[in-house]
């Protein structure tokens, strides 16, 4: 049954990290009208990034670590994604030679 738990935690951990970069993509997303969408910014950032606070401070040790695990692996993973697609795709704006 603990195998069950972390599994279900890593991805629970995996998704909550996930839905806190949406989040933290938000700020980008609306900057232009960041004068009147900031309550929603703020609530989604706070919502996401508290839920995943709330959760480690709530569970046990033994149970805590898979939920961190999945968060960290899965921004492990988008930030391999950033690197990756900077060297696979070139810079548009690059001059080329020739």
Same mark, same amino acid.
């Given at each position: 049954?603990?195998? $069950? @738990?972390? $599994?279900?935690?890593?991805?629970?951990?995996?998704?909550? @990290?996930?839905?806190?970069?949406?989040?933290?993509?938000?700020?980008?997303?609306?900057?232009?009208?960041?004068?009147?969408?900031?309550?929603?910014?703020?609530?989604?950032?706070?919502?996401?990034?508290?839920?995943?606070?709330?959760?480690?401070?709530?569970?046990?040790?033994?149970?805590?670590?898979?939920?961190?695990?999945?968060?960290?692996?899965?921004?492990?993973?988008?930030?391999?994604?950033?690197?990756?697609?900077?060297?696979?795709?070139?810079?548009?704006?690059?001059?080329?030679?020739?």
């Amino acid at each position: 049954m603990r195998v $069950v @738990a972390s $599994v279900l935690l890593f991805a629970v951990g995996a998704h909550l @990290a996930l839905r806190t970069i949406a989040a933290l993509h938000r700020v980008i997303d609306l900057w232009y009208t960041m004068g009147t969408m900031w309550p929603r910014v703020l609530r989604g950032l706070a919502g996401w990034g508290g839920a995943i606070y709330v959760l480690s401070v709530l569970l046990p040790p033994a149970l805590r670590a898979p939920l961190l695990w999945g968060c960290g692996a899965y921004l492990a993973f988008y930030l391999s994604l950033v690197v990756l697609r900077h060297a696979v795709i070139p810079n548009p704006d690059a001059r080329r030679d020739g």
